[in-house]
């Protein structure tokens, strides 16, 4: 579609792929005493750069410290809609996490509390700046009722 | 939409560290069971996690997520040696007067258990904060 629902695309993006990243977070957390469990993580910024179209993207700061893909099939995401979608599966990369416990779990579960925090308070600002925008369009749509412009 | 998985997910956790609190609480309750039916000392119980594979639909109560919760694979017997007492008088004394105790150790059990409080809280958390999340996709 045209103009309307340009910006609306871009945050249902945006929600999706925090969602996943969520997803996974918890999923790090669900894991954390799994023996021989590697922590994942989604990169976002180029998560996000994949599932758009080339020019929609704000250039900015170097991604994550997360390097390797994730080769474990247990460890994909595959679930269906998003998670499925090739360019999201390449962005879901192994944590480059130092902290190796004797059982070979790489899980750093303060550090996943941390960052979950993080990304559902990304999340919501999502939520924001989508409703902002809707209003936005209701305004455009409805006019300005709450000011008088008749008098 | 991903973010329902985070239940079925955090969901998973949850068990799993019920469970591993369940074979705490046993081993620590058996701590003093000299002979069970066999005739042997009791043994401390530990669970084994596993991550769930991909597309694990039928996997118990976790429908059709992808990417892994986490599931109990097994309960392990402990082999390590339990302690002996000196008590001759003891029907289960062997000839020298020993009697075998279960080798249960009460200070890995008591680290088990916070371990299992703390990740079962993380993964209450995790549950808290995807309820909130869609609560809030709600109002858009």
């Given at each position: ?151 | ?21 369940t074979a705490v609480?046993s ?18 119980r530990?669970v ?93």
């Amino acid at each position: 579609m045209g103009a309307l629902d340009t910006g609306l695309d871009f945050y249902s993006t945006v929600l999706d792929l925090r969602g996943v990243r969520q997803e996974l977070l918890s999923a790090d957390i669900a894991n954390a005493s799994t023996p021989g469990f590697k922590g994942v993580d989604l990169d976002f910024r180029e998560a996000l750069a994949a599932s758009l179209a080339p020019g929609q993207m704000v250039s900015g700061g170097a991604s994550a410290a997360i390097t390797m893909l994730v080769s474990d099939e247990m460890q994909t995401p595959s679930s269906a809609g998003v998670g499925a979608r090739p360019s999201v599966r390449r962005s879901v990369k192994y944590q480059d996490n130092p902290a190796v416990s004797l059982d070979g779990n790489t899980v750093d579960l303060n550090g996943e509390k941390l960052e979950a925090a993080q990304n559902a308070l990304d999340y919501e600002a999502a939520v924001n700046f989508t409703t902002q925008l809707v209003s936005m369009l209701m305004t455009a749509i409805k006019g300005s009722s709450g000011t008088s412009r008749s008098g | 939409m991903s973010l329902f998985s985070v239940f079925s997910i955090s969901g998973s956790g949850m068990i799993a560290e019920q469970q591993r609190l369940t074979a705490v609480a046993s081993n620590l309750a058996n701590a003093n069971s000299m002979g069970d039916s066999t005739g042997q000392p009791y043994r401390a119980r530990e669970v084994v996690f596993e991550p769930l594979p991909a597309d694990s639909g039928d996997a118990d109560g976790v429908n059709g997520i992808g990417m892994g919760g986490v599931r109990v694979a097994g309960i392990t017997q402990s082999n390590e040696p339990g302690r002996q007492v000196y008590d001759p008088g003891s029907p289960l004394a062997d000839d020298k007067g020993y009697v075998q105790m279960p080798n249960v150790n009460t200070t890995d059990e008591m680290v088990n258990m916070i371990s299992a409080q703390k990740n079962y809280q993380a993964d209450l958390e995790a549950f808290n904060v995807a309820k909130t999340l869609l609560q809030k996709t709600l109002t858009i």
